[in-house]
C-alpha cells in the first residue's frame, strides 16, 4: 500500500509551472520546506538523476527521484500539474502527474522493491485517470489508499516522504 510514504500535505494538485526544470524546482522546494532539508541538496539531487536520463515514463507520469546520503528515511511527494510538461519521456506524451521520490543512499536495497509497487499503482489507466479528476489532495490519497494492491510488495515499514525511473511496457 501507498499510503504509508504518502500524507495529505505531500499532494499537490494543479501546480503551475514554465516545463520541466520549472517542475522540478518548484517541487524540490516544495519537500525541501516541508521536510526541512537543504534546497540546494534536494535540488541538485533531482537534477543530477535527471540528467542522466528522463524520468518521464510515459502515459503522462514521471517519477523524478535521487539517492541522497543526508536523508535516513525515504521522502515521497505526488505533484499534478496545472498544464502538461514536456518531460522527454519514451513516449513524448506531455507529464501532469509527477511522483517525486528522496531515497537514503544507506537504504538502497528497499528502493528498488518500493519503486516496482509505484509502478505497478501508475501503470494502472483507471488509477492514472482517477489522480487526474481528483478535486482534493485527499481524494487524491484515498485513490491511492483504495486500490488493490495484491501483487505489490508491502513497503508499509516505509515513513512519510517517499523516486524512480521506469519504462512503461503495455500497459
Known amino acids: 500500500m501507498i499510503s504509508p510514504t504518502l500524507l495529505e500535505e505531500d499532494i499537490l494538485l494543479g501546480l503551475v509551472t514554465k516545463g520541466k526544470q520549472s517542475a522540478l524546482s518548484k517541487i524540490a522546494i516544495r519537500i525541501a520546506r ?11 539531487g533531482l537534477f543530477d538523476r535527471e540528467r542522466l536520463g528522463s524520468t518521464g515514463i510515459g502515459r503522462g507520469i514521471a517519477i523524478p527521484h535521487a539517492l541522497l546520503s543526508t536523508i535516513y528515511s525515504p521522502v515521497a511527494s505526488l ?3 496545472a498544464q502538461p510538461v514536456d518531460f522527454e519521456g519514451p513516449d513524448d506524451d ?7 521520490v528522496l531515497w537514503p543512499s ?10 516496482s509497487q ?4 501508475l501503470r494502472a489507466p483507471q488509477v492514472r485517470e482517477r489522480l487526474r479528476l481528483a478535486r482534493s489532495s485527499d481524494e487524491a490519497l484515498a485513490i491511492l489508499e483504495t486500490e488493490p494492491h495484491q501483487q505489490c510488495p508491502n ?6 516522504w517517499v523516486v524512480i525511473s521506469w519504462q512503461f511496457g503495455n500497459a
Open 79 to 81: 505533484t499534478r500539474l
Open 118 to 121: 509505484i509502478c505497478r499503482l
Open 34 to 44: 516541508r521536510t526541512g532539508l537543504d534546497e540546494q541538496m534536494v535540488l541538485r
Open 106 to 115: 544507506s537504504a538502497t536495497s528497499t528502493f528498488l522493491p518500493a519503486l
Open 155 to 160: 513497503i508499509s515499514h516505509l515513513k512519510p
Open 94 to 100: 506531455p507529464v501532469d502527474l509527477i511522483y517525486t
